[in-house]
C-alpha cells in the first residue's frame, strides 16, 4: 500500500480530529486525490489544509511543470464525489499544483455543492489557466465570498486579466517568470490598479532592482489594501 495512502486511512477513519495540516511534495493530482478520503469519511474534521510550502527559488523550478499524468477523470471524481457529501467541514485549503485548468474549473464546481464550507484558500493555479474563466466559476457559486486565490504566480498571459479578477488577493512576482525589466515594470504598474490585492510577494534577481524599485516603490504607495509584504532578491543569471 502506498505510504501516503495508509496515513489516509488512518486519519479518514479518526473520530475526535477537529483540524489537520499537511504539508509535504505532493507533485501530482493523483496523488493528491487521496486525500480527498479525508472528506469524504471523516465526520469531525472542522479544518483540512494541504499544502506544498516552496520558498522562491523552489517556485521558480516548479513553475509551469505540471504533473499530469493518467486519466483526467479519475484524478478529480474522488474530490467530486467527497466535497458535496461532507456537512462538517468548515475550513479548506488546498495547493492545486499538478491540477490542469479542466480539473481546477471542476474543482470549483465541486465546491459548490458543498453546504457547509465557509473559507476556502486555494493556491498555485495552473501557470497558462483562464484566470478570468476561474474567477467567473467562483462568481457563480454560492462560495462566492468565500473563495480566495492565494498565492498565484503571475505570468505573462494572466497580468492583463489581473483587474477582472477579485478573487485573486495573493500575487507572487517572480523575475524569473518576467525575465525583462520592462515587463517588470508594466507589472508593478497593473498592480497598482488592483484595488483587491491583500498579500503580494516579490522575488526578483538582484540585477533588476535598480530598474524596477521606483515602480515598484510607485505600485506598493497606490496599494491601498496591501496587507502583507514580501521582497526578495536573488543574484543568478543575467538580467535584459
Given amino acids: 500500500m502506498h505510504a501516503l495512502e495508509s ?49 522562491c527559488l523552489m517556485s521558480t523550478i516548479f513553475y509551469g511543470f505540471d504533473h499530469l499524468s493518467g486519466d483526467a477523470a479519475t484524478r478529480i471524481e474522488p474530490w467530486l464525489l467527497a466535497l458535496p457529501e461532507n456537512a462538517t467541514l468548515l475550513a479548506l485549503t488546498v495547493d492545486l499544483f499538478g491540477f490542469s485548468e479542466e480539473e ?48 498565484h504566480h503571475l ?21 524569473f517568470h518576467l525575465n525583462n525589466s520592462e515587463i517588470l515594470r508594466v507589472t508593478f504598474e497593473i498592480l497598482a490598479s488592483c484595488n483587491h490585492l491583500s498579500s503580494l510577494r516579490v522575488c526578483v534577481q538582484y540585477c533588476f532592482l535598480d530598474k524596477i524599485q521606483s515602480v515598484m516603490a510607485a505600485s506598493i504607495m497606490e496599494a491601498s489594501t496591501l496587507k502583507e509584504l514580501e521582497v526578495r532578491s536573488v543574484r543568478l543569471r543575467r538580467c535584459t
Fill in 7 to 55: 496515513l489516509v486511512k488512518a486519519i479518514a477513519q479518526t473520530t475526535t480530529l477537529e483540524q489537520l495540516a499537511i504539508d509535504i511534495d505532493i507533485y501530482d493530482a493523483e496523488d493528491k486525490a487521496l486525500l480527498s478520503e479525508v472528506i469524504a469519511r471523516n465526520r469531525t474534521l472542522r479544518t483540512l489544509s494541504v499544502t506544498w510550502t516552496r520558498n
Fill in 104 to 151: 481546477c474549473c471542476a474543482f470549483f464546481l465541486g465546491l459548490a455543492l458543498n453546504k457547509a464550507l465557509q473559507n476556502v484558500d486555494i493556491s498555485h493555479l495552473p501557470v497558462c489557466a483562464d484566470l478570468r474563466e476561474i474567477c467567473q466559476i467562483i462568481r457563480d457559486s454560492r462560495l462566492v465570498k468565500a473563495i480566495h486565490i492565494e498565492d
Fill in 155 to 175: 505570468s505573462i498571459g494572466s497580468l492583463s486579466m489581473l483587474p477582472e479578477c477579485p478573487e485573486a488577493t495573493s500575487l507572487t512576482v517572480i523575475s
